[in-house]
């Protein structure tokens, strides 16, 4: 018998690419505070993949063990910029920020997922994808904000690439899954080799 699989998440996304791939699983949400975890990380000067990771290992953990012998997802992003980390904007005026910084030059979003069961890790992978916004004026920015409304405070980058967001780009290197935020052909292959998935 096969252990229950469980998103560590409740973003629609997520929920979207597991449902579209035909997946049985169940949605919960992990209890992290995402900037404590941060901050302990901080002394060891971490990259923005490290903290990726480490932010997707600590979210399979905390659902993990409220549920025993369930395998559990864990995911998160971190969004980098000429070594700047971007977390989620918190209202339109930082989202409008944060366009303005990216525009015209490349970023990366770094999408970590782990998988563990009882308090162990099984596995861990980060996903990179490169993503270069086109130059943006203020006055494109804000028409966009506009149109797109909150919607984009949920990304850490403020756009949705599966909505009007692609408007914004010249050039993507990468995965759209990395890029929804759940590294999915990585994941599938480990869930076959852990048995959790029809091989």
Known sequence: MTPPLILASQSPFRRMLME??????????ADIDERAVEADLAVGNPTPQQVAS?????KARDVA????????????????????????PADMAEAKTHLMAMSGRTHSLNCG????????????HVSIAHLTMRPLSQ???????????TRVLASVGAYQLEG???????????????????????LLAKLRDLGAIDA
């Open 20 to 29: 579209n791939a035909g997946l049985a699983f169940q949605a919960q949400a």
């Open 113 to 124: 997922i782990a998988l563990v069961r009882d308090g162990e890790t099984l596995w861990s």
């Open 164 to 186: 009007e967001g692609v408007q914004l780009f010249e050039r993507i290197d990468g995965d759209y899954f990395t890029i929804l935020g759940l590294p999915l052909l990585p």
């Open 54 to 58: 480490a932010l997707a290992v600590e």
């Open 65 to 88: 063990a409220r549920n025993p012998g369930a395998i559990v997802i864990g995911s998160d992003q971190t969004l980098s910029l000429e070594g700047r980390v971007f977390h989620k």
């Open 139 to 149: 006055a494109f920015i804000d028409r966009h904000l506009a149109r797109v409304g």
